[in-house]
């Protein structure tokens, strides 16, 4: 069973940058398609950003140009770099690993994008 723990939100003015990070434990993570979700108050949770174990990605437009989804199988590791960040990219950013229709998810991590 996998583990996830995700790091690296905050308060960030706009046009500013975060990297988030998610840590898997429990499992190799290579072998996942692995994603980053946000969900804002009053909204569903939406697909950021997703890659295959095979290395193919996928973003949502909002973000295009702007976000890259990386990962880092030696370390276990999933991230998320945010450039040119705008109020509207204010949520909870949650870290997801997929095998087949099995899915595990991170806690959570708190992006606040406010002057």
């Known amino acids: 069973q996998v583990q996830l723990v995700e790091s690296g939100g905050g308060l960030v003015q706009p046009g500013g940058s975060l990297r988030l990070s998610c840590a898997a434990s429990?499992?190799?993570?290579?072998?996942?398609?692995v994603g980053w979700y946000r969900q804002a108050p009053g909204k569903q949770r939406e697909l950021v950003a997703r890659?295959?174990?095979?290395?193919?990605?996928n973003y949502t437009d909002s973000v295009k140009g702007r976000f890259t989804i990386s990962r880092d199988n030696a370390k276990n590791a999933v991230y998320l770099q945010m450039n040119s960040l705008k109020p509207e990219d204010t949520a909870v950013y949650y870290c997801?690993?997929?095998?087949?229709?099995?899915?595990?998810w991170g806690q959570g991590t708190q992006v606040t994008v406010s002057s």
């Open positions: 890659r295959s174990s095979g290395g193919v990605t």
């Open positions: 997801n690993v997929r095998l087949g229709k099995k899915d595990t």
């Open positions: 429990g499992s190799i993570l290579s072998i996942y398609s």
